[in-house]
């Protein structure tokens, strides 16, 4: 078996440490390949992220044939950008055990309340001109049904699984947890949101789906913290929150 480690925006395979220690540590017979494909690709759209990452599963199934099941792990953008693969992936379509994310906005990122965030969010929107937080804001089209988000929610893959982990946290402003559920929540107001729902409750059906909610414990007069910044990084850089992650996943990652 093998699991599969994406990073988030701007991340780097150091983002994934903990995951992969623990994994390789109590995985039996389990092989933890963090993904590298777009460590350098800063600024391409979520779905050339996802054809990159979908030809480096290829090129290392192909180097390791025995492999029979295929589990993935994303964090944040990283959990699009495996989505964004896997129609790339449909030789592969049975060998596909469970896939987990951790704060990934399927149904894109809300304006958070936060007047601080929200600026930062665009500037780093604006300034590095990103097409995949534009793509994340549901502003890569002037029409809605034709931006990225919504087209990747009618795709292929999540079907494949056995297991769907959808991992968010109610403090966490970067990535509403009801996004991160795949879950309509009271600021989705547009029935393009519903129409996203209705075609992603289509391919979870018949899967083993679970649910968590992680409350991050908060720490005071932290303005990361504050701002809601913190809680979306702790996904991945908190070691409690990691473990606790990683060894509830475990047992669903073997074959």
């Known amino acids: 078996s093998v699991v599969f480690l994406v ?3 701007h991340g780097s395979d ?3 440490r903990h995951f992969q220690a623990l994994w390789t540590h109590f995985g039996h017979r389990l092989h933890v390949k963090i993904s590298t494909s777009n460590s350098r690709s800063k600024n391409i759209s979520t779905l050339e992220m996802g054809k990159n990452f979908a030809d480096e599963v290829i090129n290392f199934l192909h180097l390791h ?11 944040s953008l990283g959990g699009i950008v495996i989505r964004a693969a896997l129609p790339y992936l449909t030789s592969f379509s049975s060998m596909m055990r469970t896939i987990v994310t951790t704060g990934s906005p399927h149904l894109a990122r809300r304006v958070s309340g936060f007047g601080i965030l929200d ?12 097409t995949a937080l534009n793509e994340l804001s549901l502003r890569d089209h002037i029409n809605v049904r034709e931006t990225a988000i919504f087209q990747l ?3 292929v893959g999540l079907n494949w699984f056995e297991n769907v982990f959808l991992i968010g946290s109610p403090q966490d402003l970067m990535v509403s947890f009801e996004s991160a559920h795949m879950e309509l929540s ?3 107001k547009r029935p393009e949101y519903s129409e996203m729902i209705t075609q992603l409750q289509k391919r979870l059906e018949g899967r083993n789906v679970v649910k968590i909610t992680v409350n991050m414990e908060r720490e005071k007069n932290n303005l990361d913290w504050i701002l809601g910044r913190r809680p979306h990084l702790e996904f ?7 473990k606790h ?7 669903f990652l073997h074959g």
Do not use: C, Q, W
């Open 153 to 155: 929610a009618s795709e």
């Open 236 to 242: 991945i850089e908190h070691v409690g929150v990691t």
């Open 14 to 16: 150091f983002d994934m």
């Open 65 to 75: 044939p025995l492999v029979k099941n295929i589990s993935f792990y994303g964090h």
């Open 119 to 130: 600026f930062g969010f665009i500037l780093v929107k604006d300034v590095t001109k990103s």
């Open 245 to 251: 992650i990683a060894m509830r996943v475990l047992p």
């Open 186 to 188: 009271d600021y989705m």
């Open 7 to 9: 990073h988030g925006f």
